[in-house]
Structure formats: structure tokens, C-alpha cells
């Protein structure tokens, strides 16, 4: 009996131990990712503009050589107006030539009196970050680095960065350049951006010239019979010990170091036709600046996904129609003209609201539409908002309202109703108001 008895736990045991394996484990979500080692951080979807994470993101630092986003982009934009061609040709000023033998900047070393093509020179630049490379081209595009300096600052500008400051093209510090210091400028001012304006510097700099990327994904190339490394470790397939660093798409973007700023890096990846841009500012190390970077593209790519929130047509109840004044029928359905897709938190996709706000001036003073009224014309927009905790908003204000306002139309047409029609419809309207005015005037005899 006994031994019965223990044939049955057991089998009792193992059938337990198989149902409980059956049973799914439930998926962790974080809600934000891992503590990010940095003073300051931000996580941006590139195609719609909208910030995943954020911390400190509106403190503005000193951004060492991530300054150079700004110098390649004017370089780019040079380019594309004509003004230069990658094979134009520049000699190395003395300015350019000390600080490229200053072993404090680790120059990639240029020669006097040779003609370099802005194709090389932007090559150091952006693979190498060399300085003096960068001052180069400073001068010949606007004829000295004070005046390409004004370029800078407008551009910041036009773009709406919200906190920077240029002083110079490098990202180094003014009291580290001597006497050498752009004219105009403080002579101990140190460039400033916040991760924000880092980031929408980068958007503007993938956006209008994507073949940035083409350069800044290039692990190596020579120089005058030296190999440039990239200090972009995060390019997959980096040689050596720096393979550790790889991550799957990443091809950008600049990195920067300094004593005042720490160690910073301006990333950008690109999966499954998503693409994230990262900032971090003062982390520990070279490396750390590189493991923080991978913590915010972990969690941007594992973490959300683009969803329709509200389908094409969307109604709401209690906004479907519209009154109409003088037509055949005396309303309208209204709906949304186009779908609302946004990038979202997975399992957030309930946390988000639609309201229609109409046109009041197409409306008369009773609210009404005035028939004729044509299908599909719109009488106001839809405006979707996220109603959950985390809401970090978008880089610029423009892309928020592209991304969450779609046009409200009618459903339908309303043809204007025939003179007859309404001559009797207000024959009957006036009877209407009398018969009301009679039976409300009786009640109050009561």
C-alpha cells in the first residue's frame, strides 16, 4: 500500500513540475532604462522627431569636438550650393599648421603649401576628429574661423536649438587656442549645447545631408600614409579590441572629449528601417560614454514601436456630426482624414485621447455649416494626446503637430435645399416658434 502511495506522489510531483513549466513567465517592460551614467542624456526617434528619454536634457555643456555636427553641416551645405566641391583645393594656414603639430590636440599632422581637397580634409574631420583639418575649412568657407563662427550661430539659430553657444569650430576651448582665438569671440568661452540641442543638431544633419553618414560610418582610412581609426567604437567591425564596442546599425556620429567636458558621444543606429539618435554629455570614461550609449538604443529599439492609434475615418461620438443650416438634410458626419501613427511605449496604445476641434469661422453663429457643403471638406483638425505619465514631448514643436493633428472633414455632401423647400421649412419653423410661444405662455397661467 505504501508503495502505492508513493508511485502516486510521484507521478503527482512530475505531472505538477510539467504544468507549472507550461505556464507562460510574464515579460518584464522597463519603464525606463537602466540608470544612465551620464549628467546628461536624451533618446530621440529620427523620423518623427519624438524624445523616448530624457535626463538633464536642457543643461547646457561643453560638447568638445561633437561642436565639428555643426562645422559639417555647413561644410555639406557649402557643398550643396555650389560654393565648394569636394575636390576644391585649400592650403594648410599657420594657424591651422601649429595647432595641427600640437601634441596637446593630437593632430593628424598637415603640411605647408600643399593643396589638400576638402574631401580629405572633411575625412580627418569627421573620422579622425582632427582639429586642424577643421579650421581649414573653416577659412575657406567663410575666409577666417571668427566669420565662419557667425555661421555657426546663425545656423543654430534657423534650426531652433534651444541652448548653444559657438565660439569656436573645433569644440576645443578658446584659452586652449591662445591668440588664436576666433575674432569676436571671448577668448575663455567654451562651445555650449545642451543633449537637446545635440540631438536636433544631429536630426537636422542626417535629414538635410544624409551622406554625413557615409563618412562617419568609416572605420578606417589612411592619411598621407597614416591609418585614421574612427573614435566612434560603436562602429561594428572596428578592429581589434575595440570589436567589443560594435553595435548592429549603428553609422554615426561624433564623439567628443576635453578636460571641461568629459567624455561625450553623439550616436545614431539604424534597425528594421528605425533609426534612433543618442546623446550623452560628462560620462566617466571613453568607454563608459559608448556602454551608456548602448543601454539607450537597447531600450529605444526594444522597448517601443510605431502603431496606429486612430484609424482614417475615426469618429467620436459625441463630435460625429455637424449641424447644417439650409440643406437637404439638416446634418453632417464628420470623421478624421488620415490615420495617426505614432511612435509609442509598447502596451501604451490605450493611453491616448483624440478631441476635434473645429473651424469655428466656417460655423455660423449657431454652430451650423452652411449647405451647399461639398464631401471631404474640412471644418477643423484632430489633435491626439497621450494621457500617461511619460511624456518627454518632441525635439521641435512643428514635428509634434505632424505627427498628432490630422485634418476633420465631412463624410458626406450636403446639397443647398430648393427655394420652395425652403420657403415651407420656414413656414413651418415660424408656426413652430408660435405654437411654443403659446403653450409656454398657458403654462405659466398655472
Not at 502511495?5 to 507562460?24: A, D, E, G, K, R
Not at 567636458?261 to 528605425?274: K, L, Q, W
Not at 475615418?313 to 437637404?328: A, L, W
Not at 502596451?347 to 457643403?373: I, R
Request: aromatic share 10%.
Amino acid at each position: 500500500m505504501k508503495k502505492i502511495y508513493h508511485n502516486l506522489f510521484i507521478l503527482v510531483s512530475v505531472m505538477t513540475i510539467v504544468f507549472v513549466s507550461m505556464i507562460p513567465v510574464p515579460i518584464t517592460v522597463n519603464a525606463q532604462p537602466a540608470d544612465i551614467q551620464a549628467e546628461s542624456a536624451i533618446l530621440v526617434d529620427f523620423e518623427t522627431g519624438k524624445i523616448l528619454y530624457e535626463k538633464n536634457a536642457d543643461v547646457a555643456l561643453p560638447p568638445a569636438s561633437m561642436t565639428k555636427m555643426m562645422t559639417e553641416y555647413l561644410v555639406l551645405e557649402a557643398i550643396h550650393e555650389g560654393k565648394i566641391s569636394w575636390d576644391t583645393t585649400t592650403e594648410i594656414s599657420d594657424y591651422a599648421y601649429d595647432i595641427s603639430y600640437n601634441n596637446d590636440f593630437s593632430g593628424i599632422g598637415l603640411r605647408k603649401d600643399y593643396p589638400y581637397t576638402v574631401r580629405e580634409l572633411y575625412d580627418a574631420m569627421a573620422i579622425y576628429s582632427d582639429n586642424a583639418t577643421t579650421i581649414a575649412l573653416a577659412e575657406l568657407i567663410a575666409g577666417s574661423e571668427g566669420e565662419f563662427v557667425k555661421m555657426m550661430n546663425e545656423k543654430g539659430k534657423e534650426m531652433g536649438l534651444p541652448d548653444f553657444q559657438f565660439v569656436n569650430s573645433t569644440g576645443l576651448s578658446n584659452r586652449d587656442l591662445g591668440d588664436n582665438y576666433p575674432k569676436g569671440t571671448d577668448p575663455e568661452a567654451d562651445n555650449l549645447l545642451s543633449a537637446r540641442s545635440a540631438a536636433l543638431l544631429a536630426y537636422h544633419l542626417i535629414k538635410d545631408y544624409p551622406e554625413v553618414l557615409e563618412h562617419s560610418s568609416v572605420r578606417q582610412k589612411e592619411f598621407e600614409g597614416k591609418m585614421m581609426t574612427n573614435w566612434n567604437w560603436m562602429l561594428p567591425g572596428m578592429p581589434g579590441y575595440l570589436e567589443q564596442y560594435g553595435y548592429e546599425g549603428v553609422d554615426g556620429l561624433k564623439t567628443g572629449w576635453t578636460d571641461l567636458a568629459g567624455y561625450c558621444f553623439t550616436g545614431t543606429a539604424e534597425r528594421s528601417d528605425r533609426r534612433l539618435i543618442s546623446v550623452v554629455m560628462r560620462t566617466a570614461s571613453k568607454e563608459a560614454r559608448f556602454l551608456e550609449t548602448q543601454k539607450l538604443l537597447d531600450y529605444g529599439f526594444s522597448q517601443f514601436e510605431r502603431k496606429e492609434i486612430f484609424p482614417s475615418g475615426y469618429q467620436i461620438d459625441e463630435q460625429s456630426v455637424i449641424p447644417v443650416t439650409k440643406g437637404k438634410e439638416n446634418q453632417v458626419e464628420i470623421e478624421s482624414a488620415a490615420p495617426v501613427e505614432l511612435m509609442i511605449k509598447k502596451g501604451e496604445k490605450d493611453q491616448y485621447q483624440a478631441v476635434f476641434e473645429l473651424d469655428e469661422s466656417l460655423l455660423t453663429e449657431d454652430g451650423e455649416l452652411t449647405a451647399p457643403v461639398e464631401e471631404g471638406t474640412q471644418v477643423g483638425r484632430m489633435r491626439v494626446t497621450y494621457t500617461g505619465d511619460e511624456n518627454f514631448g518632441y525635439l521641435l514643436d512643428e514635428l509634434e503637430q505632424q505627427a498628432t493633428i490630422v485634418p476633420v472633414v465631412t463624410k458626406d455632401g450636403v446639397e443647398k435645399a430648393s427655394w420652395f423647400a425652403l420657403f415651407f421649412r420656414a413656414i413651418g419653423e415660424f408656426f413652430a416658434d408660435i405654437f411654443s410661444s403659446v403653450t409656454n405662455g398657458i403654462k405659466g397661467l398655472f
